[in-house]
């Protein structure tokens, strides 16, 4: 069974997987932004991509699993919201030439050495002067939420290392309520791409 398959059987067996709530810091991130253009990677039901989308940016958001994207595209044609949606995994798709003025990279978590590749592409499509906002389950979460393995956990080192010449707005660690109601350490990042690079 590919990841695609498993994430499809594990959506169908709920009606909802995650909160429909917008993460509050990716409020934050998008609040001192004119509305453009944004990528969320991963985006699963679509949360995020759909609050984006209510506050007038051009949203394409990306998954591999149909069936999350399905409820993303009947909730958008509910509220007469329009975001493109691509049936794709997000490293397949970060080869494509596209670059975007506000990308989201939330609670992905590859292992190390894959996170790590993912970074290195997520950068290539940040448009010059773009933002970065990412979220993941914190080391400090290891046992609470999240995945069960250190390695699948982030931490701030590794986004100060993968993203050494951004400009670093927010880097914090925050105490978030996950989908299935733990409280636990969260990492925020909130990164911008310099104009030069």
Known sequence: MTQAQAWNERYAQNDRLWIPDADSSLKEAAADIEPTD????GCG????????????????AVDFAN?????LKAVATTEGLTVQTVCEDMFTYLTSPHQFHFVVLAN???????????????????????????????????????????????????IKDAFR????RTLKKVSDISDHGHSAPSLVAVLDRPLES
Do not use: C
């Open 38 to 41: 944004a990528l969320d990677l």
């Open 165 to 168: 010449d951004f400009v670093v």
């Open 67 to 71: 069936v999350a994207l399905e409820r």
């Open 108 to 158: 992905i978590h590859p292992p190390r050495d894959r996170r790590q590749a993912l970074y290195k592409a997520i950068r290539h499509v940040i448009t010059p002067g773009g933002r970065l906002y990412l979220i993941g389950h914190h080391v400090d979460s290891l046992g609470i939420a999240g995945p069960p393995d250190k390695d699948l956990l982030i931490d701030e080192d590794e």
């Open 45 to 60: 039901e679509g949360r995020n991509a759909l609050y984006l989308a209510r506050a007038g940016f051009q949203v394409t």
